[in-house]
């Protein structure tokens, strides 16, 4: 069965654009969440979506915003880019929403922001 | 809200040593602990977890603990290899009325000296 795979690994943009990032999720797999994975601040939990629905939401502006197609798979868009944005992105699925279902991560979108 | 510490940042071990790492929680809910593997320019794969209601598993050369009582749970690695060189981070994650809730450790730097 193949992982969760995301588009494109690396990104490079400049301070005001806007960015959006892909996630397919493993097959079967209805929860989608993205993580931001920076050096200082660790994995910090962005948003999860479960059919096509925000669920739940992290402490992040509302620049960073999501959505979920019917087939599962999510997209992430960060607007208005700021130097601090640069990090690695990571998308995870999960088969539930139950207590106990493990995340399964991609291998991440690596953005710098310039 | 849930707090999760890690302990050591990072560890340096001879091959074929033991590796432990150790980490502690805040919320008595949490009953869902996964530990994680990171690779350089991968995601984190999960590689053992435990739930609240099991004491220890075990995998081959990893094993997992968890000390309910105490709040922490720890992760032994036995006859460490080259390969197990990799940032490692530990999760708490409980059932929430929106789905589930993971917050991370900060991760332990493992680094196996041929």
């Known amino acids: 069965k193949a992982g969760v795979t995301q588009t494109p690994r690396y990104l490079i943009k400049t301070r005001g654009q806007q960015v959006t990032l892909s996630c397919s999720p493993i097959s079967g797999h209805r929860s989608v969440s993205w993580y931001q994975q920076t050096p200082g601040q660790g994995l910090q939990f962005l948003f999860e979506y479960f059919s096509e629905t925000q669920r739940n939401k992290g402490n992040f502006p509302g620049r960073f915003s999501g959505r979920q197609f019917s087939n599962s798979r999510s997209e992430m868009n960060v607007s208005t880019l700021e130097l601090g944005d640069s990090a690695l992105y990571l998308c995870?699925?999960?088969?539930?929403?139950?207590?106990?279902?493990?995340?399964?991560f991609g291998n991440g979108t690596r953005l710098t922001v310039t | 809200g849930e707090n999760v510490e890690q302990h050591p940042s990072t560890l340096s071990v001879q091959e074929g040593d033991s590796a432990v790492i150790k980490c502690t929680y805040s919320d008595s809910a949490s009953n869902y602990f996964p530990w994680y593997k990171q690779e350089l320019g991968k995601g984190p794969q999960l590689i053992i977890d435990?739930?609240?209601?099991?004491g220890e598993k075990k995998d081959q050369r990893i094993a997992v603990t968890l000390n309910k009582t105490a709040k922490h749970f720890s992760l032994h690695i036995t006859e460490t290899q080259p390969e197990d060189s990799a940032v490692y981070f530990c999760a708490a994650s409980k059932r929430e009325n929106y789905g589930q809730n993971f917050v991370f450790g900060p991760g332990t730097r493992l680094s196996v000296l041929p």
């Open positions: 435990i739930r609240s209601n099991v």
């Open positions: 995870a699925s999960s088969l539930t929403r139950q207590g106990g279902s493990p995340l399964h």
